[in-house]
């Protein structure tokens, strides 16, 4: 049961224009989100993160926005840039419990020339 | 400082096997927590040693098994390889135990590229 999920394996945006990663999730008892970032042959690298308690934030070209009442959280990357294609991770967390970290299955962002 | 190292970053064996992977953290941290990568089922915790404890597990088989020692160096083990075992093995590590926020973000390795043949 997959309870962080991304549904949109791929997604192919053009240099410049908006990109924006989705990711929905069931379980309403989470209450941090995080985004992931993944080049071929490396780790993961942590990208940006919001808390429950907040809406949207903003780390220079990328924003998360967390709709609650929907249980679903965006990523937004505006001017989208070559260096963007990789694969992005979703990720949901306990704020308050010493517990794993779930990760969605990811989408492979294509950033075009 | 040199982040997270795994070796090896590629493996090769057959069915019925064992393997054991290696992950060295980023100096000064104590946590260290695995996960598989497979294009079907995305990311998936397999556990989280610190100082040399297991805290936590995610849902996988007896088969998969690990430890942590004193210089907080971890290595996992999987007995009885399986064709479905292949996937890239990832360890993340950071300076204390629990996800995030109540640490700082994990630092992932590279990663070990396991082919079960």
């Known amino acids: 049961d997959q309870q962080v999920k991304q549904n949109s394996p791929s997604l192919s945006v053009q240099e410049g224009r908006i990109s924006i990663l989705n990711c929905d999730y069931t379980n309403s008892m989470f209450d941090y989100f995080l985004w992931y970032k993944k080049y071929p042959a490396e780790g993961p690298t942590f990208l940006i993160s919001i808390s429950s308690i907040k809406d949207k934030n903003e780390d220079g070209r990328f924003t998360v926005f967390l709709n609650k009442s929907a249980k679903h959280l965006s990523l937004h990357i505006v001017p989208s840039q070559p260096g963007d294609s990789a694969v992005y991770f979703c990720?949901?967390?306990?704020?308050?419990?010493?517990?794993?970290?779930?990760f969605g299955k990811g989408t492979r962002l294509h950033i075009l020339p | 400082k040199a982040g997270v190292t795994q070796t090896p970053r590629y493996l090769i064996k057959t069915r019925g096997q064992q393997v054991t992977l290696s992950c060295s953290p980023i100096?000064?941290?104590?946590?260290v927590s695995w996960y598989q990568q497979t294009p079907g089922q995305g990311l998936q915790f397999l556990f989280e040693?610190?100082?040399?404890?297991?805290?936590n597990k995610g849902n996988f088989p007896g088969r998969f098994s690990g430890r942590q020692f004193s210089n907080s160096r971890s290595e996992m083990n999987v007995s009885t390889l399986e064709l479905g075992d292949s996937a890239l093995y990832l360890c993340?590590?950071?300076?204390?135990?629990?996800?995030?926020?109540?640490?700082?973000?994990?630092?992932f390795g590279p990663g070990t590229r396991l082919t079960v043949l």
């Open positions: 990720a949901a967390c306990f704020m308050n419990r010493d517990d794993k970290i779930i």
């Open positions: 993340a590590s950071s300076t204390v135990a629990g996800a995030p926020p109540s640490t700082d973000t994990q630092y």
């Open positions: 040693y610190f100082s040399e404890t297991q805290r």
């Open positions: 100096s000064g941290h104590r946590s």
